[in-house]
């Protein structure tokens, strides 16, 4: 009608109808106001997909017991044809296919996919393979769905073995009640709210960062839960995300706050969702972390053992909780994750979560104007993403209006209500293209006095061969012309010379005209390579040690020359073949490539941020060990609590943003002690410090995995080990080590070659202690 009005005078009009080939009920009002521009002298060209490329249609599947079945659509009833159809999960995992078979003459086919109750409720969507369209796809919603839990673990990816893992027990016990999916690392927590998590579960993590602890707290005020459990790293410190206040170091059997014997489970009180669950009389903790006393402690106490004090706690923080097990995951403090009741618990808390992806992204302050939106609107449903004409969920477009709770499952999708998932308060919809309800045909009935073109691209024609011949031709016109005007033809037509020059001449064109072979060496090195690929190629093409830069010249300078000459070392004794060190701005560097990481720790030194506190701990917690150099002699972590240096002042304020586990003195027997050379001191230009590690777990069964498995992700010396290993390039030391001489110097050089046989070698090295246990149990 607004064209009519526009272009109701104008000759000569030209109208282009670009056309998606399907019909719907407004076509012939269209076709007769386009018929009418220009007072019925348009000239209407109409551009039609063929119909066989049309994209068929899903429509709402249909549920039979622990069957889904899918029906599908195509605009024309022509030849046979087959589509796969796939049921993706919400991570993109295919739970199930089934083959589409359009029968010739057909313009429907359906489906069964056979989908237990498991599968169903993890379901995302159901998409038609390589189909790129919206109308290929079916949304999932909490109708359908489960809810999602994700889960981060603080033990390093080394030592997650299947059974000894924090989250093994937590994840089998909510796998069958919620769709799991597992944090890499703290980086990934904001992430992972953002795409819909219901519940987040923290194993053993004392320390999540700033910004991180932000985010989840926004997030748990909008109604997410956070459930967190203890372990050595919560027991060392924490980042204030916890329902009570905790003691640092928390009870076990032999310490100072100690128990005779190991404590059973209290009955749930009346009031709390535990309420109703049996107690289970084989129960027995070992150690806990303790809540401190408080007014208020006793109404936030969901579990306690026979003796009073918490195993849960909770607190109810905005619309969301925030849950405290004080005991680990895994069995190292406890035998409740081996039990059925650690299954009925978890699913009770699971049950107090929202739907998952109910939760929508205001709360990590992603989405203001969607917050916007839905505060302006109660009760509406509001754009949480949007389905766009490629079947992909993209973030709504700025005209993407709320809907109102009665309108949203009678209305059809429109450009200001498009297709998508719709959010509104504790739930989660899903608006489908489906509802639109009508069937899918080609458009026909078009005018005669309509021109009508297909959208078929026309092939091109390749023309290089004829030019580059009619190039070649031209050339070789141009030189005979030449040859003639300057009377060179003639003379060599005298001396019979004129046909095997011209011949030679023309062979010699051919030859320097080809296009010489392409070398893929040449290619390569003639492609400039940034700063940062340089760094990435030298850090990972050989074993490098790598060493902070501290801003202080010296320190920087003698860093350099020890680990030189620490490579040297190695490269003569052992069969490691290290290249020369390199230095590493934390900020700007990638750090993945390094095995070992010597950080000397000056005065002054700052914290790492939320950025780098991140790469560190992804660093640490993949494999990567950071070897801290206080410098300082006798200041180690010990003097933490005593009078400690200035560099040590500085080590605490890094230790304290990081996620850092429990730390001892290398114990008798550990592999750091006869990883290369056996040692039972570690000495570096000063001989007073002792060199922490990782401490070993709880349990016997606990300190054997450890002693075997994987290496420290920290070590902590104070010997000034650089300054003792420092030699110039004819291998003459650069400092005095004291008290001992040269003698010490020599075991300096040793616990070098042991700290990075211990980093790269650590397990082997380990299981070898038993090699002749594990024969004698093979019976050889």
């Known amino acids: 009608t607004e064209l009519a009005g526009t272009f109701s005078g104008t000759d000569n009009l030209r109208v282009l109808w670009l056309s998606n080939g399907v019909a719907n009920t407004a076509d012939g009002e269209f076709m007769d106001q386009l018929a009418g521009l220009g007072n019925g002298t348009a000239r209407v060209e109409v551009l039609l997909p063929d119909a066989a490329r049309i994209p068929s249609a899903l429509r709402q599947p249909q ?97 997650e073995q299947p059974l000894l893992s924090p989250l093994y027990y937590v994840s089998r016990a909510i796998q069958p009640s919620a769709e799991i999916s597992e944090v890499a690392s703290v980086d990934g927590i904001q992430e992972a709210l953002k795409s819909g998590t219901s519940m987040m579960v923290l194993a053993d993590i004392g320390v999540v960062g700033d910004s991180n602890v932000t985010a989840l707290e926004g997030w748990v005020d909008n109604g997410g839960v956070v459930v967190r459990f203890a372990g050595p790293r919560l027991a060392g410190g924490h980042d204030g995300l916890v329902p009570v206040e905790l003691r640092s170091g928390g009870r076990s059997l032999g310490s100072a706050l100690s128990w005779e014997q190991p404590q059973g489970l209290a009955p749930f009180a009346e009031k709390t969702p535990f309420a109703g669950l049996a107690s289970d009389n084989s129960i027995k903790v070992t150690r806990q972390v303790l809540a401190e006393p408080s007014a208020t402690l006793p109404g936030l106490v969901w579990a306690s053992l026979d003796d009073g004090t918490p195993l849960v706690t909770a607190r109810a923080q905005g619309k969301g909780l925030i849950v405290l097990f004080h005991v680990t995951a895994n069995a190292d403090w406890s035998n409740l994750p081996l039990t059925g009741l650690f299954v009925e618990m978890l699913k009770r808390i699971a049950d107090i979560a929202p739907a998952a992806g109910s939760l929508s992204t205001e709360a990590t302050n992603s989405a203001a104007a969607n917050a916007s939106a839905a505060s302006s609107s109660q009760g509406a449903f509001t754009p949480l993403r949007s389905l766009n004409g490629f079947g992909e969920l993209t973030t709504p477009p700025a005209s993407a209006a709320p809907v109102e709770t009665d309108d949203f499952f009678k209305m059809q999708p429109t450009p200001v209500h498009p297709a998508g998932i719709y959010s509104r308060g504790g739930a989660r919809h899903a608006l489908n293209l489906d509802a639109a309800g009508d069937g899918l045909e080609t458009l026909t009935g078009l005018p005669s006095s309509f021109s009508v073109s297909s959208y078929e691209r026309a092939r091109p024609t390749d023309l290089s061969g004829w030019l580059f011949a009619a190039a070649v031709a031209l050339f070789i016109a141009d030189c005979l012309a030449m040859l003639y005007l300057t009377g060179a033809a003639a003379r060599m037509m005298k001396r019979g010379a004129f046909a095997s020059s011209v011949t030679a001449f023309l062979v010699a064109v051919l030859l320097t005209a080809a296009p010489p072979p392409a070398s893929a060496q040449e290619a390569t090195s003639s492609q400039g390579l940034d700063a940062a690929e340089q760094f990435a190629m030298q850090a990972s093409l050989q074993t490098r040690i790598g060493y902070v830069l501290t801003g202080d010249m010296e320190v920087d300078a ?23 060190p390199i230095a590493i701005d934390l900020q700007r560097d990638v750090i993945v490539f390094f095995p070992v990481i010597y950080w000397p720790v000056i005065a002054g030194a700052q914290p790492p941020d939320d950025a780098l506190l991140a790469k560190l701990s992804d660093y640490m917690k993949n494999g990567g060990t950071i070897f801290f150099d206080t410098r300082d002699d006798n200041a180690s972590t010990a003097s933490l609590t005593g009078s400690p240096s200035p560099s040590t002042i500085a080590l605490r304020g890094i230790l304290d943003r990081l996620d850092v586990p429990a730390l001892e003195p ?35 069964a606990s300190i054997k995995a450890a002693a075997s498995d994987g290496v420290s992700s920290i070590i902590i010396g104070s010997n000034d080990y650089a300054a003792a290993w420092a030699t110039d390039e004819a291998g003459n030391p650069q400092y005095p080590v004291s008290p001992g001489g040269e003698g010490q110097r020599e075991h300096a050089w040793r616990t070098g070659v042991n700290v990075m046989m211990y980093a790269l070698t650590g397990n082997y090295k380990a299981d070898q202690v038993h090699v002749p246990a594990l024969l004698e149990r093979l019976g050889q």
């Open 558 to 580: 003698t860093s350099k020359m020890g680990l030189e000459g620490l490579s040297r070392v190695l490269q003569q004794r052992t069969s490691i073949e290290p290249a020369d």
């Open 666 to 700: 290398v114990p008798e027997g550990h592999v750091m002690t006869r990883a290369f050379y056996l040692l039972q001191t570690f000495p570096g230009r000063w001989a007073g410090g002792q060199l922490w590690v990782e401490a070993r777990t709880s349990g016997e």
């Open 63 to 159: 549920l039979q017991a622990s069957r889904l079945k899918l029906s599908a659509e195509r605009a024309h009833s022509g030849e046979a044809s087959t589509q796969q159809v796939t049921v993706r999960s919400l991570s993109g995992r295919a739970l199930a296919e089934a083959p589409l078979v359009f029968a010739a003459g057909q313009s429907s086919a359906t489906a069964i996919v056979e989908l237990p109750l498991e599968l169903r409720n993890e379901a995302s969507r159901i998409e038609i393979a390589n189909s790129r369209s919206a109308s290929g796809v079916y949304l999932f919603d909490d109708r359908w769905r489960r809810k999602s839990v994700a889960m981060l673990s603080g033990a390093s990816q080394e030592l």
